[in-house]
Structure formats: C-alpha cells, structure tokens
C-alpha cells in the first residue's frame, strides 16, 4: 500500500466524494472550466506583489500570445533574470488564472520577474502549437523588450506536468541560440515521454487525482495521430543528446503516473553530464503545486523546490560573472 500524506488523502476523499463526470468524459470547453473551478477552490490566491502586468506578443503565426508579468520590483530596476514560466494541464485546459498563485509565489520568493504563458491549447491548435508559442515567447524575453521592465541578463524555463514537457522542449530548442544564456530549467513532474504505459503509469493509473484515462484524452487531443509519439519535440525524453542542456531542477511526486518519466529524464540529464537537482515529494499527488490551500504540506514541496531553484541560478550567475572577467 503506497504512503498517501494525510492532507492529500484528505483532498483526494473529498474530490471522490463529489458527483459528475470525470476529466476525460467531458468535452475540452467544460474540463477548462472544471479546471478553473477545482483550482480556484483549491489554491492559495495571488498575495500581494508590487507588478502584475497583462501584455501579448505577436505569435509565429500571426496570432497573439496573452502573458502575464509578475515582479517583485516597480519596473525599471536593474538587469536580472527572467523565469518563462508554462502552465500545465495536458496541453487543453489550464491557463494564466489557474497558476496566477504559483506565478507570483515564485517572483517573491526568487526575487525574480516571471513571464506566464498563455500558449495555445489543443485540440484547437494541436501539435506543435503549445510548443512554438512556448519558444516564440522566450526568444521575445530574451531580447530584453521594454515591457519587461529592465535588462535581462538571463532564462529560466519552468513548467508544470504539460508545462514541464513544454519547458525541457524549450531548453533542448534554444539552447545556445539566444543573445542570453538560458542558465536553468525546472521541470515540475513533468510529462515528458508520450510512448510512457508502464511502472508508475500503471502504478497510480487510477484514485489519485491525474489518471491514465484522462493522460490518454490529453494526448488523443494533443498530439492525435502524431506518426512517432517519441518525436523530441513531443517526447523531450527520447532527444538524442541533452548534453548541452542548461542546469536542471527535476521535481516529481511519488503518487503521480508521470512519476517514472521524470526521473528517467533526471537520470538522463545527470548521465548526460548536466547539473541535476532531483527532488521527490513521497505521498504527494501530481499537480499539487497548484493545490496548497487544500493540501497544505504542497507549500513545504514548493519552497524546497525555490530553495535549490535559488540556488542553481545563483551558482550559474557566478559562473557567467566569471566566464565575462575572463574574456574581458
């Protein structure tokens, strides 16, 4: 029997306790909404924050990308980095409201400015969509446009479960090709191999918030009758190469069916002579960074994980202070 936290187990007693359709029985419109609704009862709100600014930028193909800007700085402040962040939720619901908690926890915490992404969903923009969206808005960042607010210095890509998928596809595109250094990515339990359907995806397959059945109407919608679901740019896991990729934070929980393919790509990172942190929340479910008023112990798995985030961006900052001293 798997160790469940009492708050989880809570929390997981109370959804089961609700009627109505489950996730993958409903159309993509109304698991938005369920979404919206679950998240808005269940997460801890935004909390004061000097600077959230809503702006878009132009797409790659011609449409616009809503974003969200949160900073704990007026604008105009010295240069810094800049943290992309890529909401999750199977790459069909989810959205700026439904991590606008997490967002601005993340900017006070790291003292950082945040950018949250509003890329396009499926099934109305398949594959590659969320992607190019995800990789357009980063380039933009990178540049240091005047909405920002002062000069960036560097990125960090992060994501949660689709958005983790979308911030290790970021990384392995970008990396090296930027007028910045993307110094970091942090990959909260991440889907990141679509051809996934044993160990832990059968383990937790069911009864613990993200099932197989609603994986599997996440992807039928996403990538639909993609030829090779271990294509990179769907399945980072199955790159050939990740030795160029910037440091890594890799956060999984130990009751998610996404769990094992986190830590196959922790390990592939680390094998592949990348600095790794790997963090593992036992009796934790997926999803729960977004979670925390109702599963309290969630913020206790999010300031460890801002701890090391901190840590790896600081020990990168030092290493770019050293490489510029060394050419100049």
Same mark, same amino acid.
């Not at 469940?4 to 993958?24: E, S």
């Not at 992309?84 to 926890?105: I, K, N, Q, S, Y």
């Not at 050939?240 to 830590?263: E, M």
């Not at 969630?298 to 961006?313: E, S, V, W, Y």
């Given at each position: 029997?798997?160790f469940?936290?009492?708050?989880?187990q809570?929390?997981? +007693?109370?959804?089961?306790?609700?009627? &109505?359709p489950?996730?993958? /029985?409903?159309?993509?419109?109304?698991?938005?909404?369920m979404?919206?609704m679950?998240?808005?009862?269940? /997460?801890?709100?935004r909390?004061?924050?000097?600077?959230? /600014?809503?702006m878009?930028?132009?797409?790659?193909?011609?449409?616009?990308i809503?974003?969200r800007?949160?900073?704990?700085?007026?604008?105009?402040?010295?240069?810094? *980095?800049v943290l992309? !962040?890529?909401h999750?939720?199977?790459?069909v619901?989810?959205?700026?409201?439904?991590?606008?908690?997490v967002?601005?926890?993340?900017?006070?915490?790291?003292?950082?400015?945040?950018?949250?992404?509003?890329y396009?969903?499926?099934? /109305?923009?398949?594959f590659?969509a969320?992607?190019?969206?995800?990789?357009?808005?980063?380039r933009w960042?990178?540049?240091?446009?005047?909405?920002i607010?002062?000069?960036?210095?560097?990125?960090?890509?992060?994501?949660?479960?689709?958005?983790?998928?979308?911030a290790?596809?970021t990384?392995?595109?970008?990396?090296?090709?930027l007028?910045v250094?993307i110094i970091?990515?942090w990959l909260?339990?991440?889907?990141?191999d679509?051809?996934?359907?044993?160990?832990?995806m059968?383990?937790?397959?069911?009864?613990?918030?993200?099932?197989?059945?609603?994986?599997?109407?996440f992807?039928?919608h996403?990538i639909?009758?993609?030829?090779?679901?271990?294509?990179?740019?769907? *399945?980072p896991l199955h790159?050939p190469?990740?030795?160029?990729?910037?440091?890594?934070?890799?956060?999984t929980?130990?009751?998610d069916?996404l769990? +094992?393919?986190?830590?196959?790509?922790?390990?592939?990172?680390?094998?592949? &002579?990348?600095?790794?942190v !790997?963090?593992?929340?036992?009796?934790?479910i997926?999803?729960?960074?977004?979670?925390r008023?109702a599963?309290?112990?969630?913020?206790?798995d999010?300031?460890?994980c801002?701890?090391?985030l901190?840590?790896i961006i600081?020990?990168a900052?030092?290493?770019?202070t050293m490489?510029?001293?060394?050419?100049?």
């Amino acid at each position: 029997m798997a160790f469940v936290r009492p708050d989880v187990q809570a929390f997981l +007693d109370m959804l089961n306790a609700q009627p &109505g359709p489950k996730l993958h /029985e409903l159309d993509p419109a109304t698991a938005r909404q369920m979404m919206g609704m679950m998240v808005q009862m269940a /997460e801890v709100p935004r909390g004061d924050i000097a600077r959230v /600014e809503d702006m878009s930028i132009d797409g790659p193909h011609g449409e616009r990308i809503p974003l969200r800007l949160y900073s704990p700085r007026r604008a105009g402040g010295p240069p810094q *980095s800049v943290l992309m !962040f890529f909401h999750g939720g199977g790459w069909v619901v989810g959205d700026l409201e439904t991590h606008d908690g997490v967002c601005a926890e993340i900017a006070r915490s790291l003292d950082i400015t945040v950018v949250s992404v509003d890329y396009r969903l499926a099934p /109305e923009h398949a594959f590659p969509a969320a992607g190019e969206d995800c990789i357009a808005a980063t380039r933009w960042a990178a540049a240091s446009p005047r909405e920002i607010g002062h000069a960036v210095t560097s990125i960090v890509v992060a994501g949660d479960s689709a958005g983790g998928n979308l911030a290790a596809i970021t990384a392995q595109e970008l990396a090296g090709t930027l007028a910045v250094p993307i110094i970091a990515q942090w990959l909260i339990y991440p889907g990141v191999d679509m051809t996934a359907s044993t160990g832990s995806m059968e383990d937790y397959a069911d009864g613990y918030l993200l099932t197989a059945e609603s994986m599997a109407w996440f992807m039928r919608h996403y990538i639909g009758t993609l030829p090779d679901p271990a294509d990179p740019r769907a *399945s980072p896991l199955h790159s050939p190469a990740l030795d160029s990729q910037p440091a890594a934070l890799v956060f999984t929980c130990g009751l998610d069916p996404l769990r +094992d393919q986190g830590r196959a790509y922790a390990a592939k990172l680390i094998a592949s &002579g990348v600095p790794t942190v !790997f963090r593992e929340a036992k009796g934790q479910i997926h999803g729960c960074l977004t979670l925390r008023q109702a599963i309290p112990s969630a913020q206790g798995d999010l300031a460890g994980c801002l701890t090391a985030l901190r840590d790896i961006i600081n020990e990168a900052g030092a290493d770019l202070t050293m490489m510029k001293a060394a050419a100049e």
